[in-house]
């Protein structure tokens, strides 16, 4: 789930991406990166790290131009290397372009494969590096951005929010079912499309909207234009936005995210009310479901757990050694709240379940009574393709497993998950327009060897109507 941003700004946009950047960081800690364009040169400075120790003051004053982009990136195809840090670059005489994204592919071996045998090299191992070759290529060959974001929509089977940098205008496109979250700001001097409303606001500037699934949407100094390259009959917005990457006071396609977990908070209570002494969230994530199961039991709402600021987000860390050494620094227990006391905990979910087991053995340790687990969102049961690093069934707790074999592993008096219907429900969204993949295991895109739903997608021009179902006979459709 990266972050992406692109801005153009008369009063330039290296500074304004950096901190719209930062208000990304959540979405990748891994790596991040800037491109900025001016006369006709493109500038970039990337590296490995967080966005404050990738960029210092001279960086960002050597980035100069009035339009760039900028990425986080947390590595779901490709792994940890320099090489695989964005935006990525493509030059060929005239032309100069630069991209980053945020998602997943499912198709990039067969569309590597494809590529090579042309004669492509890559140089990369990542599934973004397509995109861009993609993109490249049709420029080549004199096509327009309109054409090339259309073949892209063509061949990429995933997700894709993308940013491009072509010479000083900024393009930006969503996959066909708007996997992932992109939106447009309107700033003083200028426009920013960027992965959550935070980074719109980080600036100062007015959110206008979402970028619609499907939709380019370009921007120059001239203004904002926007084409409908593709139409899908349905929405497959990642459920896994709402229940943990996005930030809660974003806005994602219509919902306050702070609204949504809330609610699920309050039909946590519902669902299996239980008798305590005070509701504590694991923080960060965990906070706003607890505020919901605490207005609507009643029960006081009590911090039983502090978070050291200075830790990022441990799920996202790519192995379960710093995983598990990084729940350890980054959550305490606050004593007084929790001796003798029923504990009611709520996060918004359990993964692999690293953080649960460490947190609940210290709620007890610090004296509690009883600590009763509550979770945001259903058992995760299977692997998601479209941008969560959660790639096998084995390495999920909840996976082949009933909800009392998890308690006991984790060691909760009770645990209890919101239902997929109570979810679904708080997101607003219809069934049909949310990916659920990996909460049941059937996915909007043709994957091999899962079940996919039905969905079909219409191209401009109308010239060709493709069935993603037809790929995938025999297999459930909902
Ligand atoms: O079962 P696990 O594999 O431990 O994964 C689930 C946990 O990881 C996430 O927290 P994280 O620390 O990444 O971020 P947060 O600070 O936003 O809650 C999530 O909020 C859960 O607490
Ligand atoms: N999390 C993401 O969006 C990652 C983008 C891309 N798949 C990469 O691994 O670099
Ligand atoms: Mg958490």
Redesign the pocket.
Same mark, same amino acid.
């Given at each position: 789930?990266? %972050?992406?941003v692109g801005i153009v700004d008369a009063g330039g946009v290296s500074f304004q991406l950096y901190y719209a950047l930062y208000a990304l960081q959540h979405? %990748?800690q891994e790596s991040a990166g800037i491109s900025t364009f001016e006369g006709a040169t493109l500038y970039t400075h990337k590296a490995q790290g967080l966005v404050a120790e990738v960029f210092n003051r001279h960086t960002l004053q050597e980035l100069r131009g009035k339009a760039g982009i900028g990425h986080v990136?947390?590595?779901?195809?490709?792994s940890k290397i320099p090489e695989?840090v964005?935006p990525f670059n493509f030059k060929y005489r005239g032309l100069t372009l630069s991209i980053a994204?945020? %998602?997943?592919?499912v198709n990039t071996t067969e569309l590597r494969g494809e590529y090579e045998r042309r004669g492509q090299i890559f140089c990369t191992t *990542?599934? *973004?590096e397509i995109i861009g070759s993609i993109i490249a290529d049709a420029l080549r060959a004199s096509k327009s951005m309109e054409d090339a974001v259309l073949l892209c929509m063509r061949r990429l089977r995933g997700?894709y929010?993308t940013v491009a940098l072509l010479n000083d205008a900024i393009y930006a496109f969503r996959d066909p079912l708007g996997i992932?979250p992109l939106c447009i700001g309107k700033l003083d001097q200028g426009y920013i499309v960027a992965s959550e409303s935070v980074a719109i606001d980080a600036l100062d500037g007015t959110f206008i909207r979402d970028v619609r699934p499907g939709e380019l949407v370009r921007i120059d100094e001239s203004g904002l234009s926007s084409t409908q390259i593709s139409t899908a009959n349905r929405r497959a917005h990642c459920i896994f936005e709402y229940i943990y990457f996005a930030r809660a006071d974003s806005v994602m396609d219509g919902k306050l995210v702070y609204d949504v977990r809330r609610q699920i908070g309050q039909k946590l209570y519902e669902t299996s009310p239980v008798e305590a002494d005070l509701v504590s969230p694991v923080p960060d994530s965990g906070t706003a479901y607890a505020a919901g199961y605490a207005e609507r039991s009643g029960i006081p709402f009590l911090e039983g757990l502090m978070k050291n600021r200075y830790m990022g987000r441990t799920f996202i860390m790519p192995t379960q050694k710093q995983r598990d050494r990084a729940v350890r620094i980054k959550l305490n227990t606050v004593r007084g709240n929790l001796k003798n006391k029923r504990v009611v905990l709520v996060d918004d979910s359990i993964v692999r379940g690293t953080t649960s087991r460490r947190i609940v053995k210290m709620i007890r340790e610090a004296g509690a009574d009883e600590v009763h687990l509550r979770v945001g969102s259903p058992p995760i049961i299977a692997p998601c393709y479209l %941008?969560?690093?959660m790639p096998t069934r084995a390495e999920l707790i909840a996976s082949g497993r009933e909800v009392e074999a998890v308690r006991e592993s984790v060691g909760a008096a009770s645990l209890v998950y919101i239902p997929l219907e109570d979810l679904v429900e708080a997101t607003g969204f219809g069934e049909l327009d949310i990916c659920t993949g990996c909460l049941t295991g059937c996915y909007p895109v043709e994957i091999d060897g899962e079940k996919t739903s039905r969905c079909v997608v219409s191209y401009m021009g109308g010239s060709l109507q493709s069935d993603l179902s037809t790929f995938d006979s025999g297999k459930e459709e909902t």
């Amino acid at each position: 789930m990266c %972050g992406i941003v692109g801005i153009v700004d008369a009063g330039g946009v290296s500074f304004q991406l950096y901190y719209a950047l930062y208000a990304l960081q959540h979405r %990748g800690q891994e790596s991040a990166g800037i491109s900025t364009f001016e006369g006709a040169t493109l500038y970039t400075h990337k590296a490995q790290g967080l966005v404050a120790e990738v960029f210092n003051r001279h960086t960002l004053q050597e980035l100069r131009g009035k339009a760039g982009i900028g990425h986080v990136r947390y590595p779901t195809t490709g792994s940890k290397i320099p090489e695989n840090v964005q935006p990525f670059n493509f030059k060929y005489r005239g032309l100069t372009l630069s991209i980053a994204h945020n %998602g997943n592919l499912v198709n990039t071996t067969e569309l590597r494969g494809e590529y090579e045998r042309r004669g492509q090299i890559f140089c990369t191992t *990542t599934d *973004t590096e397509i995109i861009g070759s993609i993109i490249a290529d049709a420029l080549r060959a004199s096509k327009s951005m309109e054409d090339a974001v259309l073949l892209c929509m063509r061949r990429l089977r995933g997700s894709y929010a993308t940013v491009a940098l072509l010479n000083d205008a900024i393009y930006a496109f969503r996959d066909p079912l708007g996997i992932k979250p992109l939106c447009i700001g309107k700033l003083d001097q200028g426009y920013i499309v960027a992965s959550e409303s935070v980074a719109i606001d980080a600036l100062d500037g007015t959110f206008i909207r979402d970028v619609r699934p499907g939709e380019l949407v370009r921007i120059d100094e001239s203004g904002l234009s926007s084409t409908q390259i593709s139409t899908a009959n349905r929405r497959a917005h990642c459920i896994f936005e709402y229940i943990y990457f996005a930030r809660a006071d974003s806005v994602m396609d219509g919902k306050l995210v702070y609204d949504v977990r809330r609610q699920i908070g309050q039909k946590l209570y519902e669902t299996s009310p239980v008798e305590a002494d005070l509701v504590s969230p694991v923080p960060d994530s965990g906070t706003a479901y607890a505020a919901g199961y605490a207005e609507r039991s009643g029960i006081p709402f009590l911090e039983g757990l502090m978070k050291n600021r200075y830790m990022g987000r441990t799920f996202i860390m790519p192995t379960q050694k710093q995983r598990d050494r990084a729940v350890r620094i980054k959550l305490n227990t606050v004593r007084g709240n929790l001796k003798n006391k029923r504990v009611v905990l709520v996060d918004d979910s359990i993964v692999r379940g690293t953080t649960s087991r460490r947190i609940v053995k210290m709620i007890r340790e610090a004296g509690a009574d009883e600590v009763h687990l509550r979770v945001g969102s259903p058992p995760i049961i299977a692997p998601c393709y479209l %941008g969560v690093d959660m790639p096998t069934r084995a390495e999920l707790i909840a996976s082949g497993r009933e909800v009392e074999a998890v308690r006991e592993s984790v060691g909760a008096a009770s645990l209890v998950y919101i239902p997929l219907e109570d979810l679904v429900e708080a997101t607003g969204f219809g069934e049909l327009d949310i990916c659920t993949g990996c909460l049941t295991g059937c996915y909007p895109v043709e994957i091999d060897g899962e079940k996919t739903s039905r969905c079909v997608v219409s191209y401009m021009g109308g010239s060709l109507q493709s069935d993603l179902s037809t790929f995938d006979s025999g297999k459930e459709e909902t």
